[in-house]
């Protein structure tokens, strides 16, 4: 499925509610640079393989480009390309200086040793070494990238320019210039909008009942994070399955499970699909997966009343609409998951001044980001009679286009 066909869909139906012109739709439909390279990498048995990458640059009128790197055989141009788009909505919404960008390889990076996945990140790391840099794009981790596969490739930038640059990559290990709190720091501004969205609506932890879809770093968080806040846990799912229980698990000795086998399946409950977790009855849906799990096919079996969207684009255009009328109120992705992006910007401020933070002062920063966000997509929404998918992108592109006008790129 070409996944920026979605983003021109959502692009098409702000258009309408903003009244862009011809221009306007055409600086916002098409990346500022993208680039695809060649990697050759050899394997420990000798051999040389070859693996294609991509780093997409997707306006950088409000400052310099942000997003992850990705490494997942399913990666395409198409994807990378909407991902880089919606980080430059993303930072928008939450008024932090950045455009989009977002990289990724197309591998299996299970199938690789630790010195493949080492020789394979500074491979990428030099061949787009320049465009990417403190002042111009500044990458991080996403789908199975981690904090020591930053490292190298920030390592590797070092030794190209010959000169310290923390404020390159942003997730790095704390060692290196790291942020505490950016591990999960997703799952956490997620968990701020959740809290908004109950205060809104009048529902209380201890009677909300919680489903997540993906149990990697920002779904395993924010379980333990609404767990602490007495929300109940009565689904969770990874890539091998699912497990569901009513009644609401232990999620301590659910994570510990899930880092000693690798899955959630097997734990307890009742064993379920991805597909059928989503359909569960439930009070509030965590999609933190991957793209397009909720679609026209399957959004009138959805029976959550609220969703919380920590993955990116996880429901598709058609689905909103359904949703909508349903009565379903979302926290979209561009709003929900920026957590993410917030404490990344915060690490390369942190790395630009050469001073860091407490937890507790970066946790209080970004709780107030999330909640002035919130507060600013749902009067948007309101404002403008429509969901809050529709809201955030008002906002963002309001601001955006207000960067390019006085930057004299828009009549």
């Known amino acids: 499925m070409d996944v920026f066909k979605n983003v021109e869909k959502q692009i098409n139906k702000v258009s309408k509610i903003m009244d862009f012109d011809e221009e306007t739709e055409f600086l916002l439909k098409n990346p500022k640079r993208q680039l695809t390279v060649n990697l050759s990498t050899r394997m420990d048995d000798g051999q040389v393989k070859h693996f294609v990458a991509h780093r997409v640059q997707f306006n950088d009128a409000r400052g310099p480009t942000k997003g992850g790197i990705r490494f997942h055989q399913n990666v395409n141009i198409s994807e990378v390309k909407s991902l880089a788009f919606w980080m430059a909505v993303k930072c928008a919404v939450v008024g932090i200086p950045y455009g989009g960008a977002k990289g990724g390889i197309e591998v299996n990076p299970k199938e690789l040793s630790e010195t493949e996945l080492e020789s394979l990140s500074r491979a990428f790391i030099k061949a787009i070494h320049p465009i990417v840099g403190p002042t111009k794009d500044i990458p991080a981790p996403d789908v199975y990238t981690t904090p020591q596969i930053m490292a190298w490739m920030l390592d590797e930038y070092e030794k190209i320019t010959g000169e310290h640059h923390p404020g390159l990559i942003t997730g790095k290990p704390l060692e290196l210039g790291g942020s505490l709190g950016r591990g999960y720091s997703t799952a956490q501004g997620g ?21 997540i879809q993906g149990f990697g770093n920002a779904g395993l ?78 959004a009138e079996n959805i029976k959550a009343k609220y969703i919380v969207e920590l993955a990116n684009g996880p429901i598709t255009p058609e689905a909103d609409e359904i949703l909508h009328k349903k009565g379903v109120f979302s926290g979209p992705d561009v709003l929900a998951n920026a957590g993410g992006v917030t404490v990344s910007y915060f690490e390369w401020v942190q790395n630009l001044y050469g001073y860091y933070w407490t937890e507790e002062e970066v946790n209080e920063r970004l709780e107030k980001i999330m909640v002035k966000a919130f507060s600013e997509v749902y009067n948007k929404a309101k404002e403008n009679n429509t969901h809050m998918r529709n809201g955030s992108y008002i906002l963002a592109l309001e601001r955006i286009l207000t960067a390019e006008k006085l930057r004299g790129n828009l009549s």
């Not at 968990?191 to 489903?211: H, I, N």
């Open 191 to 211: 968990a701020y909008v959740l809290r908004e969205m109950s205060k809104e609506f009048g529902f209380v932890p201890e009677s909300t009942k919680v489903a």
């Open 221 to 298: 968080n924010m379980a333990r994070i609404l767990d602490g806040w007495n929300y109940k846990i009565i689904a969770v799912s990874d890539s091998k399955g699912g497990i569901y229980d009513e009644s609401g698990f232990d999620v301590p000795a659910l994570i510990k499970y899930k880092k000693e086998k690798g899955t959630v399946v097997g734990f307890g409950g009742d064993e379920i699909t991805n597909e059928n977790l989503l359909e569960l009855e439930c009070d509030v849906l965590v999609p933190a997966a991957l793209e397009n799990q909720i679609t026209e096919d399957n």
